[in-house]
């Protein structure tokens, strides 16, 4: 949670907050890190500077490789 003041009409429309870009470079797994919060407005005041942000990593699929059709043996085509 982050507390905002400024300008009710501001702060009711706020349905977020942006942080400072997080590095992904070394990271496999899932991670913490600390953060600053970037203020949408001038007008607006965030209480809280920094936070905790944890990152879900989703590791990537493994693509099986294709299996080759089977050799067709003589006379079991089908039409």
């Known amino acids: 949670e982050v507390l905002v003041t400024g ?9 977020a907050i942006r942080t400072n870009p997080i ?4 990271h496999a797994f899932d991670f913490q890190e600390s953060t ?3 203020s949408p407005d001038p007008l607006l005041q ?5 936070v905790s942000v944890f990152v879900p990593m989703q590791q990537p ?9 089977s050799p067709r043996r ?5 039409r």
Do not use: F, N, W, Y
């Not at 965030?46 to 920094?50: G, L, R």
């Open 7 to 15: 300008p009710s009409k501001l702060v009711s429309a706020l349905k």
């Open 46 to 50: 965030v209480q809280t500077q920094v």
């Open 36 to 38: 600053l919060l970037i």
């Open 61 to 69: 699929h493994t693509v099986a490789e294709p299996t080759p059709p």
């Open 23 to 26: 590095s992904l470079d070394g």
């Open 74 to 78: 003589p006379g079991s085509e089908r």
